[in-house]
């Protein structure tokens, strides 16, 4: 038995062919494109080699003053090839009315906010976004299942455009977990 899988494995590497290994993502963040804010197409392999944090958010949340702590997380870090992508969901308690336009004129207005902001999407349901649906899905991303519980819940990617994992909403930007993976880039 032993024989016949390293000679499988063998045939493999002599083909150029990829081994799926338990746990190996089948994709990547990188193979998504979305629209920004503005109605812009934007191919998320543009942040290849980044770090990524995506962060479902909300203008009328408890939650929403987190956008100052992200924008502090993200100039503290853009220079270390990080960057945090927003995408606007009036998933929970209808808290994202606005449209895009007025999204993106609160964020600017009420805490500068900098980092790219994507167009208002699904995160849960039966309308879930394709990129929130690899996200959530461990079949697609190879790392975990999760279910999205409210605004703001954060979503740590590699360099590679690889889901590491997630913070939940009402732990802040700065926490810990996120800090200490993002130093970990730090040079």
Known sequence: MIQKIFSIVILFNFLGLPLLTKGQPSSSIHDFTVRSIDGERVDLSTFRGKKILIVNTASKCGFTP??????ELYE????????????????????????????????????????????????????IHPLYKWLTTKSQNGVMNSKVRWNFQKYMIDENGHLVDYVVSWKKPNCRKIEKWLRKSVR
Request: aromatic share 14%; hydrophobic share 30%.
């Open 76 to 127: 503290k870090y853009k220079e270390h090839n990080f960057v945090i992508i927003g995408f606007p969901s009036n998933d929970f308690g209808k808290q994202e009315p606005g449209t895009n336009e007025e999204i993106s004129s609160f964020c600017e207005r009420n805490y500068g906010v900098k980092f790219p902001m994507m167009e208002k999407i699904t995160v849960i349901g039966e309308g």
């Open 66 to 71: 987190q956008y100052k702590q992200l924008e």
